[in-house]
Nanobody, 115 residues
Framework: QVQLVESGGGLVHPGGSLRLSCAAS????????MGWYHQAPGKQRELVAR???????NYADSVKGRFTISRDNAKNTVYLQIDSLKPEDTAVYYC?????????WGQGTQVTVSS
């Protein structure tokens, strides 16, 4: 079993930055593909960024150049650095761990971009 706890969300002005963190419990973090998803009101949950256990990354087109995913296996933590925030980035951001064909989800952290 893996438990994920996100933190770092909040209210930020357009153009601002946030750093989201996701702390994972359990001993399987290092083999997990980790991802960040977001879900805006009335919309489906969408992949924002993903990082494999080997450090390969991929991003949604809408966030390329503004979002950076990284991981620290020693701390069982994955990060999402979000720069140049836009109002359309407003959503609940969820951490995901994919381990041996099983998805695990955190509870989500709200990011609101507003002036």
């Amino acid at each position: 079993q893996v438990q994920l706890v996100e933190s770092g969300g909040g209210l930020v002005h357009p153009g601002g930055s946030l750093r989201l963190s996701c702390a994972a419990s359990g001993s399987r973090f290092s083999i997990a593909t980790m991802g960040w998803y977001h879900q805006a009101p009335g919309k489906q949950r969408e992949l924002v960024a993903r990082i494999t256990r080997g450090g390969n990354t991929n991003y949604a087109d809408s966030v390329k150049g503004r979002f950076t995913i990284s991981r620290d296996n020693a701390k069982n933590t994955v990060y999402l650095q979000i720069d140049s925030l836009k109002p359309e980035d407003t959503a609940v951001y969820y951490c995901n761990a994919f381990i041996i064909f099983t998805d695990y989800w955190g509870q989500g952290t709200q990011v609101t971009v507003s002036s």
